[in-house]
Nanobody, 126 residues
Framework: QLQLVESGGGLVQPGGSLRLSCAAS????????IGWFRQAPGKEREGVSC????????NYADSVKGRFTISRDNAKNAVYLQMNSLKPEDTAVYYC???????????????????WGQGTQVTVSS
Protein backbone atom coordinates (compact mmCIF):
# COMPACT_ATOMS: atom_id res chain seq x y z
CA GLN A 1 0.00 0.00 0.00
CA LEU A 2 1.34 3.40 -0.98
CA GLN A 3 1.64 5.86 1.89
CA LEU A 4 3.08 9.30 2.45
CA VAL A 5 3.72 10.38 6.02
CA GLU A 6 4.46 13.97 6.98
CA SER A 7 6.14 14.93 10.23
CA GLY A 8 8.02 17.78 11.87
CA GLY A 9 5.26 20.28 12.42
CA GLY A 10 4.68 22.14 15.66
CA LEU A 11 4.25 25.47 17.36
CA VAL A 12 6.94 28.06 16.67
CA GLN A 13 7.30 31.78 17.27
CA PRO A 14 7.41 34.23 14.37
CA GLY A 15 10.90 34.26 12.91
CA GLY A 16 11.51 30.68 13.96
CA SER A 17 12.28 27.59 11.91
CA LEU A 18 10.91 24.12 11.36
CA ARG A 19 11.95 21.22 9.17
CA LEU A 20 9.20 19.06 7.73
CA SER A 21 9.79 15.52 6.51
CA CYS A 22 7.83 13.47 4.00
CA ALA A 23 8.50 9.75 4.17
CA ALA A 24 7.23 7.18 1.71
CA SER A 25 6.29 3.57 2.28
CA UNK A 26 5.16 0.97 -0.19
CA UNK A 27 6.99 2.62 -3.06
CA UNK A 28 10.13 4.56 -3.87
CA UNK A 29 9.96 8.31 -4.12
CA UNK A 30 12.77 8.72 -6.62
CA UNK A 31 10.50 8.13 -9.59
CA UNK A 32 8.31 11.14 -8.72
CA UNK A 33 8.53 14.88 -8.43
CA ILE A 34 7.33 15.64 -4.90
CA GLY A 35 5.71 18.78 -3.61
CA TRP A 36 4.49 20.37 -0.42
CA PHE A 37 1.04 21.88 -0.12
CA ARG A 38 -0.60 23.69 2.76
CA GLN A 39 -4.15 24.42 3.80
CA ALA A 40 -5.12 27.07 6.31
CA PRO A 41 -8.56 27.12 7.94
CA GLY A 42 -11.17 28.42 5.53
CA LYS A 43 -8.73 28.52 2.62
CA GLU A 44 -8.04 26.31 -0.34
CA ARG A 45 -5.04 24.00 -0.41
CA GLU A 46 -2.12 25.68 -2.16
CA GLY A 47 1.13 24.42 -3.57
CA VAL A 48 4.13 25.70 -1.63
CA SER A 49 7.16 24.05 -3.17
CA CYS A 50 8.20 21.11 -5.29
CA UNK A 51 11.31 19.25 -6.37
CA UNK A 52 12.01 17.15 -9.43
CA UNK A 53 12.62 13.42 -9.17
CA UNK A 54 16.38 13.89 -9.44
CA UNK A 55 16.43 16.89 -7.13
CA UNK A 56 17.95 19.05 -9.83
CA UNK A 57 15.01 21.41 -10.17
CA UNK A 58 12.88 23.16 -7.56
CA ASN A 59 9.97 25.54 -7.57
CA TYR A 60 8.52 27.81 -4.87
CA ALA A 61 5.40 29.85 -4.36
CA ASP A 62 6.16 33.57 -4.24
CA SER A 63 4.97 33.72 -0.64
CA VAL A 64 7.79 31.42 0.56
CA LYS A 65 10.66 32.21 -1.80
CA GLY A 66 13.85 32.96 0.06
CA ARG A 67 12.49 31.48 3.30
CA PHE A 68 11.72 27.84 2.48
CA THR A 69 14.07 25.26 0.98
CA ILE A 70 12.97 21.90 -0.39
CA SER A 71 15.36 18.97 -0.65
CA ARG A 72 15.26 15.23 -1.06
CA ASP A 73 17.31 12.21 -0.12
CA ASN A 74 16.31 9.40 -2.42
CA ALA A 75 18.53 6.96 -0.52
CA LYS A 76 16.35 7.60 2.54
CA ASN A 77 13.16 7.74 0.48
CA ALA A 78 12.33 11.15 1.93
CA VAL A 79 11.70 14.77 1.00
CA TYR A 80 12.21 17.70 3.34
CA LEU A 81 11.00 21.27 3.65
CA GLN A 82 13.21 23.61 5.67
CA MET A 83 11.13 26.58 6.74
CA ASN A 84 12.91 29.65 8.08
CA SER A 85 11.73 33.13 9.06
CA LEU A 86 8.27 31.75 9.68
CA LYS A 87 5.32 34.12 9.71
CA PRO A 88 1.86 33.77 11.26
CA GLU A 89 0.45 33.47 7.75
CA ASP A 90 2.45 30.26 7.30
CA THR A 91 0.12 28.61 9.82
CA ALA A 92 -1.55 25.67 8.10
CA VAL A 93 -1.63 21.91 7.77
CA TYR A 94 1.18 20.88 5.45
CA TYR A 95 0.91 17.91 3.10
CA CYS A 96 3.24 16.21 0.66
CA UNK A 97 2.27 14.52 -2.56
CA UNK A 98 3.56 13.51 -5.95
CA UNK A 99 3.23 16.51 -8.23
CA UNK A 100 3.56 18.11 -11.59
CA UNK A 101 6.30 20.51 -10.55
CA UNK A 102 5.21 23.53 -12.53
CA UNK A 103 3.40 26.76 -11.88
CA UNK A 104 0.99 26.24 -10.29
CA UNK A 105 2.10 23.12 -8.45
CA UNK A 106 -0.53 20.40 -8.89
CA UNK A 107 -0.94 16.91 -7.53
CA UNK A 108 0.02 14.06 -9.83
CA UNK A 109 -1.32 10.52 -9.63
CA UNK A 110 0.81 7.63 -8.50
CA UNK A 111 -0.34 4.38 -10.10
CA UNK A 112 -3.49 6.16 -11.38
CA UNK A 113 -4.50 7.55 -7.96
CA UNK A 114 -3.91 10.75 -6.01
CA UNK A 115 -2.31 10.14 -2.63
CA TRP A 116 -2.21 12.59 0.26
CA GLY A 117 -0.60 12.05 3.62
CA GLN A 118 -2.38 12.89 6.85
CA GLY A 119 -0.62 16.24 7.07
CA THR A 120 1.36 17.93 9.81
CA GLN A 121 0.18 21.05 11.62
CA VAL A 122 2.41 24.11 11.59
CA THR A 123 1.39 26.95 13.90
CA VAL A 124 3.32 30.21 13.96
CA SER A 125 2.31 32.31 16.90
CA SER A 126 3.79 34.31 19.75
Amino acid sequence: QLQLVESGGGLVQPGGSLRLSCAASGFTLDYYAIGWFRQAPGKEREGVSCISSSGGSTNYADSVKGRFTISRDNAKNAVYLQMNSLKPEDTAVYYCAAVFCGSPITIAPMRLKDYWGQGTQVTVSS
